[in-house]
T-cell receptor
Framework: DTAVSQTPKYLVTQMGNDKSIKCEQNLGHDTMYWYKQDSKKFLKIMFSYNNKELIINETVPNRFSPKSPDKAHLNLHINSLELGDSAVYFC??????????????FGSGTRLTVV | AQSVTQLGSHVSVSEGALVLLRCNYSSSVPPYLFWYVQYPNQGLQLLLKYTSAATLVKGINGFEAEFKKSETSFHLTKPSAHMSDAAEYFCAVSDKNTGFQKLVFGTGTRLLVSP
């Protein structure tokens, strides 16, 4: 029944490694997002995809590459991990504005720790 | 660009007291507004949203918020705090005018509830 599911929930890795986070939504939403929450709890958008097309890329380093194989999935691959990448990454989905159920649904987050 | 300001990074109340968390938005036109709650080590849960229907919006867990265009505010209230309300609360805004949306968050307010 989970609406937006992310895996893994926790990820501990060494600097320089490459890792991926997966996200799936079963709400039939058209748009999916990646948000980053830093150590001070500040939430900032990283990417947005609408029906597999990249819409928003908020000046995120090239080491971060999102991929959307279909509109229900949005994955995040991170190359050459750095200490500063340690954060909680949230996936979210939404309908377009004007839809009766317009709103954003978030996954439970992936806590990434780079050591 | 739209933004939200949450006054007070921490708010402390006694159990049974009124909860008031402040949020002011900056937008050229009345936007969509949201309040989310985040319990420790969990994801973001939608409390309520304003999408240009009634200005007084009722949400889950006894919370409500009133949209006041003249004050550009969307403050969150609850008549009587419960210990289980202790969490981080985020106000967020999205712009009605753009075709594709992104949710912009405030810096969050931590609600502390004492017995």
């Amino acid at each position: 029944d989970t609406a937006v599911s992310q895996t893994p929930k926790y990820l501990v890795t060494q600097m320089g490694n490459d890792k991926s986070i997966k996200c799936e939504q079963n709400l039939g939403h058209d748009t999916m997002y990646w948000y980053k929450q830093d150590s001070k709890k500040f939430l900032k958008i990283m990417f947005s995809y609408n029906n597999k097309e990249l819409i928003i890329n908020e000046t995120v380093p090239n080491r971060f590459s999102p991929k959307s194989p279909d509109k229900a999935h949005l994955n995040l691959h991170i190359n050459s991990l750095e200490l500063g990448d340690s954060a909680v990454y949230f996936c979210a989905s939404s309908q377009l504005p004007g839809h009766t159920n317009y709103g954003y649904t978030f996954g439970s987050g992936t806590r990434l720790t780079v050591v | 660009a739209q933004s939200v300001t949450q006054l007070g990074s921490h708010v402390s109340v006694s159990e049974g007291a009124l909860v008031l968390l402040r949020c002011n938005y900056s937008s050229s036109v009345p936007p969509y507004l949201f309040w989310y709650v985040q319990y420790p080590n969990q994801g973001l849960q939608l409390l309520l949203k304003y999408t240009s229907a009634a200005t007084l919006v009722k949400g889950i867990n006894g919370f409500e918020a009133e949209f006041k265009k003249s004050e550009t505010s969307f403050h969150l209230t609850k008549p009587s705090a419960h210990m289980s309300d202790a969490a981080e609360y985020f106000c967020a805004v999205s712009d009605k005018n753009t075709g594709f949306q992104k949710l912009v968050f405030g810096t969050g307010t931590r609600l502390l509830v004492s017995p």
